[in-house]
């Protein structure tokens, strides 16, 4: 391709930023592009905007939807046209025809939940299904576990809009396409070749590599699916919807091995059975070593000794039909141990196991990395056992291992693998077992991809599928569209290598840096970074990471986009460590990652260790200094009589808060934060105190002990009432955390352990320390061992104790004694106590107390300790309090409980209301029961 002369001026919505550029570097596969530029277009006149301008520059054009390939099919060095954020509109469901008119950004959640509207909903439903685009699953044939009973992608496309290299749009129909040359050009294709299509496609559903050439015969829009983005960008869809059966049930069957699991998967296809999905025993293993996780799959059956599952789901017209084909399924399949579920919360249990897996996966038991890339093969379902086994054995052979789920009723299996990037003897393994693996798959009459695309993973290994003459035939097909090869070069035709710009190459460790904290992945923030494989977890709307994507929908302030800048940072090429910290400048540092992610990616942690980096033996942001250092300040300044109520004065007068905001790097849109008139320590030292009980010691955070004692000074009495005594350290001791989020890692941890060694007494008599703040006792009992290797603190992590877990036992024994409480709750939980702590203890205590809880959904309430406060973020952080937590304060009658200071300070500056703490409402209940 020539370019042409460069006249078109620069299309809406273009971004050519580094950090821009960073985050789109790759997808969910191994690789890496980085693009020259990405665009968000809104209209198709943007996507033909963007098409002429990128040719001129002789730029490649991919597009782009969710980023879930694990293929590599959707990342470039050209042009990325990201649909996801803005075009991304459901034009028209029509309920009778059963159809649904789309632009291709649509997320698959996002259609069923308007289509369920009508009874109706869409079939594919890969494990990404609440962040995937169904522009993208069509783009590479997507199915999910429903395929038994819906089947692909392709099978539920009713017609595709193409925009072509010259801006043109076609519309490619059952009958054909709007374009006379090209419907001629794709007709006489099939004619001439009808007997080598048929000899070597559509063999059996899950055959998704290569062009489905075998759909130009009964439907040629189909043959668009699965082109992956090679023959034009698609601007908008027409797709089917189904109906859902009346009632369903689920029934899980456990077996020796995965191998059994596989053989007794094709006898489970039977009428009514929607879906039939497989895993093995090491996958629980691997969840298991998640935080929170340790327990997981209790629930199924055969427990720890089973070695494979399967999971059934069927369907009727009446819930005794559907359990009569589900007792039906066990009994063709013959396996050791089997439960029909129906309740939706536990079914929905369930099904987290299985949908987590293609995060969970990417760490093996024993914490080694694991990657795709031979993710995704697939064979008739009858040969599914014997070919699993000898990918094993093949696996065995080079050292490698794996943990295999999947689409067993259909013959699809995921694994990952535990690949070697970091060498060139590991990479020369990787080549020869795909080559290998290529090969085994199809002595099965097999499909180098189930459903995900070949991309750049597996494109060049076509060969040992097809024949010379079928993949002459594939560069045929994609010429009669795409005569310029512009879109997705490298994919299906032309193939890039498979280790061409691997993602986890030496390159990627040429910038240096030695972390401050003790990473579990060898001790290198480079290989936590790596962590994010990229399933986008992150870019869902339904959980509580991550808030700033959330709002924006930028896949920059994605985890997985953060992810992605880090790791070209670490090449000291294109980010520098500046450029990384300014596009972590969103990142509240909620922690909601570090759980929620299914590889448990610790953005806020990383975030602290960039601002380290970045600011080190350098003059920071003021604002680090007075938030950072406002523990301190704040005791020091209690040691002054009178100075509190002084300050307090002052920031009354008219103009002078935001003054001291101005100077002091803050925002001056968000109210100050006032200092308690008294401190706890001094309140605690001109009180009568209990002088039996057993002793613990209560952790005086910064922000109970100087800025609001109310709920210090409840925790106290409440503690007392239920026969504790209680001691508040008289020296200044802090967890660190404020140091922490700001990157002055060196300080937090000076004051961490200074402040350990302040409470030695009481931990050498092992007392139980209760921690009224959440973020200081998640602090102390998760970052504190990574910030220090000092026994102490260590001993301190395992004694610090949240005030609800202390003080469960006893109100929950006493409540039998106390009449049950009227009154209902609106709980916000401090996003660290949600993400690391454990809030359901404090649940179970309301509920025991007779007390009506509801939770806030969203996560974060938006202020985020000293986020909010830093100048730029108010205005965001009270959208942020917008998205739930703000409107159902205004709403409810009851009771806002909220643990976390940030939580009270947000809600009372957003609402008005002021929240209070559980300490607070538990004292009220012990000193006026029947009120």
């Given at each position: 391709m020539t370019p042409p002369s460069r006249t078109t001026s620069v299309p809406r919505n273009l971004r050519t930023d580094m950090p821009t550029r960073a985050a789109y570097s790759s997808d969910a596969s191994i690789y890496r592009r980085v693009p020259a530029a990405v665009q968000e277009p809104r209209t198709v006149d943007d996507i033909r905007d963007a098409l002429a301008f990128a040719r001129e520059r002789g730029w490649p054009v991919v597009a782009r939807g969710g980023g879930s390939s694990v293929a590599g099919n959707a990342i470039g060095d050209g042009l990325i046209i990201d649909t996801s954020r803005h075009?991304?509109?459901i034009i028209s469901i029509d309920p009778a025809a059963r159809?649904?008119?789309?632009?291709?950004?649509?997320?698959?959640?996002?259609?069923?939940?308007?289509?369920?509207?009508?009874?109706?909903?869409?079939?594919?439903?890969?494990?990404?299904?609440?962040?995937?685009?169904?522009?993208?699953?069509?783009?590479?044939?997507?199915?999910?576990?429903?395929?038994?009973?819906?089947?692909?992608?392709?099978?539920?496309?009713?017609?595709?809009?193409?925009?072509?290299?010259?801006g043109r749009e076609v519309l490619i129909t059952e009958q054909g396409c709007s374009d006379p040359d090209l419907h001629h050009a794709l007709t006489a294709l099939q004619a001439e070749n009808a007997e080598l299509i048929a000899a070597e496609l559509g063999r059996f559903p899950r055959q998704v590599s290569g062009y489905g050439l075998h759909y130009l015969a009964s439907n040629m829009a189909q043959a668009v699916a699965g082109s992956e983005g090679t023959l034009g960008i698609i601007t908008r869809l027409t797709v089917r919807l189904v109906t859902q059966p009346a009632h369903t049930a689920l029934a899980v069957l456990s077996f020796d091995s995965v191998f059994d699991a596989a053989?007794?998967?094709?006898?489970?296809?039977?009428?009514?059975?929607?879906?039939?999905?497989?895993?093995?025993?090491?996958?629980?293993?691997?969840?298991?070593?998640?935080?929170?996780?340790?327990?997981?799959?209790?629930?199924?059956?055969?427990?720890?000794?089973?070695?494979?599952?399967?999971?059934?789901?069927?369907?009727?017209?009446?819930?005794?039909?559907?359990?009569?084909?589900?007792?039906?399924?066990?009994?063709?399949?013959?396996?050791?141990?089997?439960?029909?579920?129906?309740?939706?919360?536990?079914?929905?249990?369930?099904?987290?196991?299985?949908?987590?897996?293609?995060?969970?996966?990417?760490?093996?038991?024993?914490?080694?990395?694991?990657?795709?890339?031979?993710?995704?093969?697939?064979?008739?379902?009858?040969?599914?056992?014997?070919?699993?086994?000898?990918?094993?054995?093949?696996?065995?052979?080079?050292g490698l291992r794996g943990i295999p789920f999947g689409h067993f009723g259909e013959g699809c299996v995921h694994v990952r693998i535990s690949f070697d990037f970091a060498t060139q003897k590991g990479v020369a393994t990787f080549h020869r077992f795909m080559e290998e693996a290529a090969t085994l798959v199809s002595s099965y009459g097999g499909s180098l991809s189930g459903e995900h695309g070949d991309g750049r993973a597996r494109s060049a290994l076509l060969g040992h599928m097809y024949s010379p003459a079928m993949r002459a035939l594939f560069e045929q097909f994609k010429l009669i569209f795409d005569a310029e090869r512009l879109f997705n070069p490298g994919v299906l035709v032309w193939a890039d290598p498979v280790t061409e710009g691997l993602r986890m190459d030496a390159g990627q460790r040429?910038?240096?840096?030695?972390?401050?904290?003790?990473?579990?992945?060898?001790?290198?923030?480079?290989?936590?970074?790596?962590?994010?494989?990229?399933?986008?977890?992150?870019?869902?709307?339904?959980?509580?990471?991550?808030?700033?994507?959330?709002?924006?929908?930028?896949?920059?302030?994605?985890?997985?986009g953060r992810a992605r800048i880090l790791s070209e940072m670490f090449r000291g090429e294109t980010v520098s460590v500046s450029d990384a910290a300014d596009a972590l400048d969103l990142c509240l540092s909620c922690k909601a990652c570090a759980s929620e992610c299914p590889v448990n990616v610790d953005m806020a942690t990383h975030k602290a260790e960039v601002l380290h980096h970045r600011y080190q033996g350098r003059l920071r942001?003021?604002?680090?200094?007075?938030?950072?250092?406002?523990?301190?300040?704040?005791?020091?300044?209690?040691?002054?009589?009178?100075?509190?109520?002084?300050?307090?004065?002052?920031?009354?007068?008219?103009?002078?808060?935001?003054?001291?905001?101005?100077?002091?790097?803050?925002?001056?849109?968000?109210p100050l934060i006032r200092f308690a008139p008294q401190s706890l320590r001094k309140w605690d030292a001109g009180r009568a105190?209990?002088?039996?009980?057993?002793?613990?010691?209560?952790?005086?955070?910064?922000?109970?002990?100087?800025?609001?004692?109310?709920?210090?000074?409840?925790?106290?009495?409440?503690?007392?009432?239920?026969?504790?005594?209680?001691i508040i350290p008289r020296e200044f001791v802090c967890c660190g955390l404020t140091w922490h989020s700001t990157g002055q890692l060196n300080t937090a941890r000076r004051v961490l352990e200074r402040s350990a060694r302040v409470l030695r007494p009481y931990l050498d008599q092992g007392l139980t320390v209760v921690g009224l703040e959440p973020s200081c006792t998640v602090m102390l009992s998760h970052e504190a061992t990574e910030l220090s290797a000092d026994p102490d603190v260590a001993r301190l992590a395992e004694l610090i104790t949240p005030f609800a877990e202390v003080v469960s036992p006893r109100l929950t024994e006493m409540s039998a004694t106390l009449p049950r409480s009227p009154l209902h709750v609106l709980t916000q939980v401090h996003c660290h106590e949600r993400s690391l702590g454990h809030p359901g203890i404090a649940r179970e205590l309301l509920d025991a107390l007779g007390i009506t809880e509801e939770q806030i959904s969203t996560g974060c309430c938006g202020l985020a300790g000293n986020w909010g406060f830093e100048d730029g973020h108010a205005d965001m952080s009270y959208q942020l309090g917008e998205r739930e937590l703000f409107p159902r304060v205004r709403e409810t009658q009851g009771t806002v409980v909220a643990d976390g200071f940030s939580c009270r300070t947000q809600i009372e500056q957003g609402t008005d209301t002021r929240a209070r703490h559980i300490a607070e409402v538990l004292r009220d209940i012990l000193a006026d029961p029947a009120s």
């Open positions: 075009f991304n509109r159809t649904a008119v789309i632009e291709p950004g649509v997320v698959c959640d996002q259609l069923r939940a308007a289509a369920a509207l009508h009874g109706l909903t869409y079939g594919p439903d890969p494990s990404t299904h609440s962040r995937c685009t169904v522009g993208g699953m069509v783009a590479n044939n997507a199915c999910g576990s429903h395929s038994v009973a819906y089947g692909t992608a392709a099978d539920n496309l009713v017609d595709v809009t193409l925009m072509l290299a010259d053989r007794a998967a094709v006898h489970a296809r039977l009428p009514g059975v929607g879906t039939i999905e497989g895993m093995g025993g090491d996958l629980l293993d691997a969840l298991r070593t998640r935080h929170g996780q340790e327990n997981a799959g209790r629930e199924l059956p055969g427990g720890t000794a089973a070695g494979g599952w399967l999971y059934c789901e069927t369907g009727g017209a009446t819930p005794e039909e559907a359990r009569a084909l589900a007792a039906d399924v066990i009994a063709r399949t013959s396996p050791t141990d089997a439960v029909i579920v129906e309740d939706p919360a536990r079914v929905r249990a369930l099904w987290s196991i299985r949908e987590a897996a293609a995060g969970l996966v990417t760490r093996l038991p024993d914490g080694s990395e694991a990657w795709p890339n031979w993710e995704d093969s697939a064979v008739p379902p009858e040969h599914l056992a014997d070919y699993l086994r000898d990918l094993y054995a093949l696996m065995a052979r080079h040429s910038l240096a840096i030695t972390p401050v904290h003790r990473f579990s992945d060898d001790g290198s923030l480079i290989n936590a970074v790596n962590r994010c494989v990229g399933v986008s977890a992150c870019r869902s709307m339904d959980n509580a990471m991550c808030p700033t994507f959330q709002l924006t929908g930028d896949e920059v302030h994605s985890t997985r942001p003021r604002s680090h200094y007075v938030m950072g250092w406002l523990p301190l300040a704040g005791h020091l300044l209690h040691r002054i009589p009178g100075l509190p109520r002084l300050l307090n004065t002052l920031l009354n007068l008219p103009g002078m808060s935001r003054l001291v905001a101005r100077m002091g790097g803050l925002d001056p849109a968000r105190r209990a002088r039996d009980g057993d002793t613990v010691v209560l952790w005086p955070d910064s922000f109970n002990a100087t800025l609001d004692t109310s709920p210090a000074r409840a925790a106290v009495e409440v503690l007392e009432r239920l026969g504790f005594q209680i």
